[in-house]
């Protein structure tokens, strides 16, 4: 692989793409977290958004979701601002996974993700047969009708971050962002939410955005790879075009080495041990003496 240092891949569409972020400015009171950030998420893909932690993976990921406003540049979602769209609009369109949610106290799974219909509803059209196979498709989908009479308090993290899912996927929406999906879940449960988000664009058309801790993770299930830095994207690409030992150095600060995946021929990042000297004692070692040596005769007297 590559070991150059790490650049922005030239080429990549700016344009015509369902989601897009155009030169825009991201931030909390005030301060500037992305600045003047240009990011097309191509239609149908995986695109997962790595980097250290406070590189501005999540303000990203909110800004493209109509969740923060950009002090300056745009988001576009169908070729148009985002924010020119209402919210219900723009949840017709676009279904968002939080990074953390806690249900309403006492909610059975088939209630939960029947919410995931609200955007859909109005005075003049409430519950429909629409609605029932909406929420029925979504159930199936991510393997939790049998859970549908369960109250989600008593699901366990895999099985709850399951009908989260459930609940955007019934919004029917094409685009689906997911902030840290498998956060507190253990690696078992990791695979199995990223297994779903696989089916889900290869099967059914979706167009996904992840931010990802697991940089191994990533680089199995992304079809397009964005590598951010002190809030802006310094790469993006197919991973095995992106992730390189310098790039990973120059994201994250380590020293590395980037294999193919055993299983997968994907980028596999393999830290390089740290090297330990030993320790300084402070005790002086004298070189031996042999006239120091007590004789034979005194040894077999010992």
Known sequence: MNEETPRRSAGLPTGGQRLEAHGVSLGYDGH????????????????????????????LLRGMARLLKPSAGAVHLDGREIHHYGSKEVARRLGLLPQSQEPPGGITVADLVS????????????WSADDEAAVGEALAATHTTELAGRLVDELSGGQRQRVWLAMALAQRTEILLLDEPTTFLDIAHQVEVLDMCEELRADRGYTLVAVLHDLNLACRYATHLVAMK????????????????ALVEHVYGLACRVIPDPETGTPLVVPRKKQRQAPDLGVDVLPRDSSTEPSASLKEEV
């Open 115 to 126: 919410r995931g219909r609200y955007p859909h509803q109005t005075l003049l059209r409430q």
């Open 230 to 245: 002190d809030g802006a994207v310094v790469a993006e690409g197919a991973p095995e075009q992106v992730v390189t030992a």
């Open 32 to 59: 500037v977290i992305n600045r003047d950030l240009t990011l097309a998420v191509p239609d149908g893909s995986f695109t997962v958004i790595v980097g250290a932690n406070g590189c501005g993976k999540s303000t």
